[in-house]
Every structure is written in structure tokens, then in C-alpha cells.
């Protein structure tokens, strides 16, 4: 149990307030996909009339309002059932019940053998819907960040956007930086879909393995925006220094990233978050957070010493690492 045991369950061993906090967010889940939180925006309705507006059974209805008045996320008195508190960003929640439940559903096997047997991407691209969520919520990730991440990065007017996916950052980048022009390097499965409002007389698609496949030359700023939490230390330091020698002489690589010693006083919902993001991580891409510490020093060997690392307001368990070459 990482989070302060809530007033009156002293003494309630921590396995069982485990088990009642996964009962009370499967719940939570089953609300949302059944679409009670929305049938309530309208207003306070009898466990009979939602249980006609969601199509469900009166009795389910009733146990699972119950449930969700106990949790908190619902009221229930003589003016009917009301939402006491939102189940948070559908996106998100959606995406992290399909994770926990689903994705981690072989995890013991994984971490017998220490070799993922389900890739995160194989996986993803089998589940359309949890993919689409992902995407969305990666936009509005990126959207966040904009301004604190185009107010830190060097001028450039060429950038590589290594794993830049549908180009999410680099939209954003390109609204604040008028004479940027950057090319969005991804898998070709993904850069198929690279997003509708990219300019295209401003932004590239290139299809390709950044593992293998060549980088290109004289960029004067390359990003590695989640990226490299998805690889093994060795494998990070061998694309920094395929990266590195993709840049113009005064270029920088800008990592954006979780740093795996997070800032102290977040608090342990903080630790929790970074620790079942690692264990994914490790699940599906053999990958994991790393130290930013290290992230530098990886740096340093690829020649890249002058390094600074910029904290973001809108994120605080992300940070921004930038690097170049001394002048
Ligand atoms: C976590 S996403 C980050 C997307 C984007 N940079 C962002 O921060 O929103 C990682 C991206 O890396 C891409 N990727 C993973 N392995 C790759 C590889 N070997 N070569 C090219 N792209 C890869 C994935 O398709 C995905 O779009």
C-alpha cells in the first residue's frame, strides 16, 4: 500500500486495503466503459432509470452503484445518484486498466525468464481502440509540454525527431518556431498515420529502424522524446552515438524523458507511478527508466559534454535533457 492508509482503516492489513483499492478502481472501470459517468452528466437519475439509459440489469446496476458510493465516485440519496467525483481522464484510466490487466497478465512468465514475451508494440498494434487512446493521450502530452519545452530547446532550424511518432512534439514545435523544418523518424507501421495538421511543407516522414538504419547527417537538433526508457543502457548508448554523429558541428540531442531518481517531496503516489512505469517498460521492451545521471554521462562518451537539464512545470516527474558539443 503506498498511499497513507485513509482514516478508519487502521489496522486493516495492507494486502486487503490493496485488494479493496483494486476492487474499488475495476469498479471505477466498469462505470466508466458502461458508460455511467456519462448517463449522469446530465443530472441525478434513479438506479432504475440509469440502469434502462446504460442497458443494464437493476440488480448489477444497484451492486455496482453501491460499490461506486462506497469508492466515493458516487452520491446516492433522494434526489437520485449523482457523480461525487470524476473517474478522472477516460484516456488514461482505460489505457492503464488495459496495461495492468491485460498486459501484465503473463508478467510472472517474463520475469522467470527475463526475455519479454510480449512485445508493447505487437501488442498495441492488435488493439486498435487501447492504441488510439495512447495516441491521444501522447497529443495531449505533448501539448502540455509545448510552451516549456520550445522556451528551453536551442535555436535549430533542422531537427530530427527520433521515435517521434505521429509527430505530436513536433507539431507543437513547428507552431512556436516559425523557420523550423523537422523530419519525424518512426516505425513504418506508425509514421503511416503521421498527424493530420502537420505541415507538410515543414515536416518529413521517414520510415525506418532507429536501432539500424542510418540517421542522416547535419541536424542541428535531434529530440529522443520517450524514447530511450523503451531500451537497455547499452543499447541508449549506441543510439546516442549514432545520433551524436547525425548533427551538424553545433547541434544538440534533446532528451525528454522520466529520470529514474525523481525529484525529492513528490510524495509516494510519485514512486508508485515511476515503478509500475518502469516494470511496463521492462515488460514490454525489455526497456526502463533511466538515471538522468547516466543519461549524461552516455552523453559525454558520444562527445556531447555541455550538458543542462530543464525541469517542466506542466510535468514534474519529466525533465528535459539537452546537450552539445563544447564551443
Ligand atoms: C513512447 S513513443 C514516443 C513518441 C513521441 N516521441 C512522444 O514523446 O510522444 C516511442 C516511439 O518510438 C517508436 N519506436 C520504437 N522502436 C523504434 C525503432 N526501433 N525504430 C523507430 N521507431 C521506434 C514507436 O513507434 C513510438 O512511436
Known amino acids: 500500500m503506498i498511499m497513507p492508509l485513509p482514516e478508519g482503516s487502521f489496522g486493516v492489513p495492507a494486502p486487503v486495503l490493496d485488494r479493496l483499492g483494486a476492487a474499488g478502481y475495476r469498479a471505477m472501470i466498469a462505470g466508466v466503459r458502461l458508460g455511467v459517468?456519462?448517463?449522469?452528466?446530465?443530472?441525478?437519475?434513479?438506479?432504475?432509470?440509469?440502469?434502462?439509459?446504460?442497458?443494464?440489469?437493476?440488480a448489477g446496476v444497484r451492486s455496482l452503484v453501491n460499490v461506486l458510493v462506497t469508492f466515493g465516485y458516487l452520491r446516492h440519496d433522494e434526489d437520485g445518484v449523482t457523480t461525487a467525483?470524476?473517474?478522472?481522464?477516460?484516456?488514461?484510466?482505460?489505457?492503464?486498466?488495459?496495461?495492468?490487466?491485460?498486459?501484465?497478465?503473463?508478467?510472472e512468465d517474463t520475469i522467470r525468464t527475463g526475455t519479454p514475451r510480449r512485445g508493447f508494440y505487437p501488442w498495441l498494434h492488435e488493439r486498435p481502440a487501447t492504441a488510439a487512446r495512447l495516441r491521444r493521450m501522447f497529443a495531449g502530452a505533448a501539448a502540455d509540454l509545448a510552451d516549456d519545452?520550445?522556451?528551453?530547446?536551442?535555436?535549430?532550424?533542422t531537427v530530427l525527431d527520433i521515435g517521434g511518432g505521429h509527430g505530436d512534439h513536433t507539431v507543437?514545435?513547428?507552431?512556436?518556431?516559425?523557420d523550423l523544418r523537422a523530419t519525424v523518424f518512426d516505425l513504418p507501421e506508425t509514421?503511416?498515420?503521421?498527424?493530420?495538421?502537420?505541415?507538410?511543407d515543414r515536416v518529413t516522414a521517414r520510415a525506418g529502424d532507429y536501432?539500424?538504419?542510418?540517421?542522416?547527417?547535419?541536424?542541428?537538433?535531434?529530440?529522443?522524446?520517450?524514447?530511450?526508457?523503451?531500451?537497455?543502457?547499452e543499447e541508449c548508448r549506441e543510439l546516442l552515438q549514432r545520433a551524436a554523429k547525425s548533427l551538424s558541428p553545433t547541434g544538440s540531442i534533446a532528451i525528454l524523458d522520466h529520470d529514474r531518481e525523481p525529484p525529492a517531496g513528490l510524495g509516494p503516489a510519485a514512486a508508485g507511478f515511476l515503478g509500475m512505469f518502469d516494470l511496463t517498460l521492462w515488460q514490454g521492451q525489455g526497456g526502463g527508466m533511466h538515471r538522468y545521471a547516466d543519461?549524461?554521462?552516455?552523453?559525454?562518451?558520444?562527445?556531447?559534454?555541455?550538458?543542462?537539464?530543464?525541469?517542466?512545470?506542466?510535468?514534474?516527474?519529466?525533465?528535459?535533457?539537452?546537450?552539445?558539443?563544447?564551443?
Do not use: M, Q
Not at 509514421?191 to 507538410?200: G, M, N, Q, S, V
Open 149 to 157: 519545452i520550445a522556451a528551453a530547446l536551442p535555436p535549430a532550424a
Open 295 to 327: 543519461l549524461a554521462a552516455w552523453l559525454g562518451e558520444a562527445g556531447l559534454t555541455e550538458t543542462r537539464v530543464v525541469p517542466l512545470a506542466a510535468s514534474p516527474l519529466e525533465k528535459l535533457l539537452i546537450a552539445g558539443r563544447p564551443s
Open 37 to 58: 459517468f456519462t448517463a449522469l452528466e446530465a443530472g441525478p437519475l434513479s438506479v432504475e432509470k440509469l440502469a434502462t439509459t446504460i442497458g443494464g440489469d437493476p
Open 172 to 178: 507543437e514545435l513547428c507552431r512556436r518556431r516559425p
Open 211 to 233: 536501432l539500424t538504419d542510418d540517421l542522416g547527417s547535419g541536424h542541428d537538433l535531434v529530440l529522443l522524446f520517450n524514447v530511450l526508457h523503451g531500451h537497455r543502457p
Open 191 to 200: 509514421i503511416t498515420a503521421l498527424r493530420e495538421d502537420a505541415p507538410p
Open 85 to 107: 467525483a470524476t473517474p478522472g481522464p477516460g484516456d488514461a484510466e482505460l489505457f492503464w486498466h488495459e496495461v495492468l490487466f491485460e498486459y501484465w497478465a503473463d508478467i
